[in-house]
């Protein structure tokens, strides 16, 4: 009997080895694939911040829609939308901001308020009216 228990162990111990060499083998393997992945990232955003431009507000851009203002606009069925025109490292749609390059932000560059404009959209054209512009957050009001 201490034969096999002790066969048992040995066994035992082959096989933890082996699956401990191969989660060593696994975990090198996605840490490496991460590093990449985030070494890529970093070359990305070094490039990116060589490139950038900070654009500041002026006095001329008051009444008119420009990159970095926040505009409120409204359809024919009085819904209500507010959206601020950033770059494309800044874009997030939960917090109203949209590219520059959209076809929203292209369609309201110049606008004024009252202004109505028309944005083309895979479901036809939409047109919306300029409520508000300022070159501040609306929720700081």
């Known amino acids: ?29 996605y840490n490496k694939r991460l590093l990449r992945q985030i070494d890529g990232r970093v070359r990305y955003l070094v490039k990116r911040v060589e490139e950038l431009k900070i654009v500041d507000y002026s006095p001329q851009q008051e009444g008119k829609v420009f990159f970095g203002a926040w505009v409120e606009l409204e359809n024919e069925a009085g819904d209500v939308v507010q959206y601020r025109i950033v770059g494309k490292d800044e874009l997030d749609t939960k917090l109203g901001y949209i590219t520059i390059d959209s076809p929203m932000s292209r369609a309201l560059i110049g606008k004024q ?3 109505e404009i028309v944005v083309q959209t895979p479901s036809g054209a939409k047109e919306w009216y300029v409520n508000k512009i300022q070159y501040k957050a609306f929720k700081d009001e």
């Open 1 to 29: 009997m201490s034969q096999a228990l002790a066969w048992n162990t040995a066994f035992l111990s082959e096989l933890v080895d082996q699956i401990v060499c191969r989660l060593m083998g696994y975990l090198y393997t």
């Open 113 to 115: 308020v009252d202004d």
